[in-house]
């Protein structure tokens, strides 16, 4: 069975151009989380997603990331403008069932962002 | 805000030695995650546990979850070079927007 694909799995650019970053997820999840991975912040959750419906946003830094999933199967994140500090590497991951109660949370290879 | 604290944070040890690791949680969950992280690499779900009491085991690797105490250990026996990675828990929360909060994690080096 395919896992989590996401794409790109490396990215360089530079500060102010704008990162797409996509994602899907496994077929018959419906839940769908972005993490951000950083050595200083360990994994933050970004995003949640549940049956396509973005269900808490809180952890999305601040109004230079946004994030969709226009159907069951695919996912951007998007930073626009980026800048140094969202060097990171970001993991998408799925699961079953409406929100996490015991279901196991399945993780992509991640995209390694780094912006110059 | 629930808050999840791993250690030790490093760890080495030598091949065939034994060792656990602990994950404190701050506020009342019964449902806990261990995972494994190599280097570069994605999250391997290693462990669910999700009860008080519940102990789950796979190869050298045991698992326990003490929802009283707030606690869960992963236990290693007799570690092989292998067991070398990166391991996190991770709690979900209660009330409200539901999430999987992760610790640190615990960097495992095994030495031959």
């Known amino acids: 069975d395919a896992g989590v694909i996401q794409s790109p799995r490396h990215e360089v650019t530079e500060m102010g151009q704008e990162v797409t970053l996509r994602c899907k997820p496994i077929?018959?999840?419906?839940?769908l989380f972005w993490y951000r991975q950083t050595m200083m912040r360990g994994l933050e959750l970004l995003i949640y997603f549940n049956n396509n419906v973005p269900i808490d946003d809180s952890g999305m830094p601040e109004d230079r990331f946004s994030a969709k999933m226009p159907n069951a199967s695919f996912s951007t994140l998007k930073i626009q403008p980026s800048e140094p500090r969202d060097s990171a590497v970001y993991f998408c991951?799925?699961?079953?069932?409406?929100?996490?109660?015991?279901?196991?949370?399945?993780f992509g290879e991640g995209s390694w962002l780094t912006v110059v | 805000e629930l808050k999840v604290e791993q250690n030790p944070l490093f760890l080495s040890m030598q091949e065939g030695k034994n060792y656990t690791i602990y994950c404190n949680y701050s506020?009342?969950?019964?449902?806990l995650y261990w995972y494994r992280q190599d280097p570069g690499k994605s999250l391997e779900s290693l462990f669910v546990?999700?009860?008080?009491?519940a102990v789950k085991q796979e190869g050298r690797l045991m698992a326990s979850l003490d929802t009283k105490a707030r606690l869960s250990t992963l236990h290693i026996t007799a570690a092989v070079h292998d067991l070398s990675a990166t391991y996190f828990c991770a709690v979900e929360s209660k009330g409200g927007s539901e999430k999987l909060v992760f610790g640190k994690g615990t960097k495992l080096t095994v030495n031959p």
């Open positions: 077929s018959g999840h419906n839940s």
């Open positions: 991951a799925s699961s079953w069932g409406r929100f996490l109660s015991g279901n196991t949370i399945y």
């Open positions: 506020t009342t969950s019964d449902r």
């Open positions: 546990l999700l009860s008080n009491g």
